[in-house]
């Protein structure tokens, strides 16, 4: 990562099981959606194996700049997917930025 790129990283939990088909769907489909928008740099799918943190999951992605990183928070797919599917299946998150 170069110094001025950003590590966005949404951990989350879901409103279905860990090992739900609903869960898998959730995780391809933002896989699929999100890395597509052409900022997006390294997107990754995690899951949580830390008994110390209360998330299931993990989205990490970098960006090249603060530009970057808000053309991809303006994006369309990316509010669409938030209105449509984050809103309404995720229970709860935390957001962490990164930068070096």
Wanted: charged share 25%; aromatic share 14%; hydrophobic share 40%.
């Amino acid at each position: 990562m170069n110094n001025g790129a950003i590590r966005h990283m949404a951990l989350f939990t879901l409103k279905y099981s860990v090992g739900a088909l609903e869960t898998e769907a959730f995780l391809k489909d933002g896989a699929d959606i999100l890395s597509a928008i052409p900022v997006v740099q390294n997107f990754e799918v995690l899951r949580q194996v830390s008994a110390k943190c209360e998330y299931d999951f993990g989205f990490s992605m970098e960006f090249e700049n603060q530009e970057a990183y808000e053309t991809y928070n303006n994006y369309p797919s990316h509010q669409t997917f938030v209105k449509e599917r984050w809103d309404t299946e995720v229970v709860k998150f935390q957001e962490i930025d990164l930068t070096k």
